[in-house]
């Protein structure tokens, strides 16, 4: 990230694919409205052609229709917002997108979905989530560290009346 020079941030994983006019039409969301940090879009879903049919039996059926997904790879993000949530987190194998979105939403960062299928994802016997399945109770890590942050920034709560000297209310 600190070598790039542009003022938008893309990620794309290396098994999918951007489909045609996705960074034309988030870049024209974020230029018609500077208050957005990142615009995001649909997800289509595909099991990769090469798989056999019982290597497809191992794969999870894709998503019968495209979905809005706030996931890294389906944004374009100016570079300062980027800057404001920081890096992916390179401690955990799974979740790092989910960490990331709950990061950038605890800092305040404004998006749009676009109604558009911006990302097709390949589904595959090396996706992460197969890979890695050892690795999901990380997302509960991930998803404690969110809850805590939060937890800590969250104004403290009002005292209790019942505890409250001179408070006429009974236990």
Request: a neutral charge; proline letters at 11%; charged letters at 25%.
């Amino acid at each position: 990230m600190r070598l790039a020079s542009g003022e938008f941030f893309a990620f794309l994983d290396a098994d999918d694919r951007f489909c045609p006019g996705k960074l034309e039409r988030q870049h024209a969301a974020l230029v018609a409205d500077p208050a957005l940090d990142m615009a995001f879009g649909h997800v289509r879903e595909f099991v990769s052609p090469e798989l056999t049919d019982s290597q497809r039996a191992t794969v999870r059926p894709p998503a019968p229709q495209p979905l809005p997904w706030p996931a890294p790879n389906l944004m374009l993000i100016r570079r300062e917002s980027f800057a404001r949530v920081g890096p992916f987190s390179e401690d955990v194998k799974v979740g790092v997108t989910v960490d990331w979105y709950a990061r950038a939403t605890e800092a305040g960062l404004r998006s749009t979905m676009l109604p558009d299928v911006v990302l097709e994802r390949r589904l595959h016997l090396t996706n992460n989530g197969l890979r890695e399945r050892d690795s999901r109770q990380q997302y509960l890590h991930v998803l404690k560290a969110a809850l805590d942050r939060r937890r800590a920034q969250a104004p403290p709560d009002p005292p209790d009346p019942a505890g409250v000297a001179g408070s006429d209310l009974q236990p």
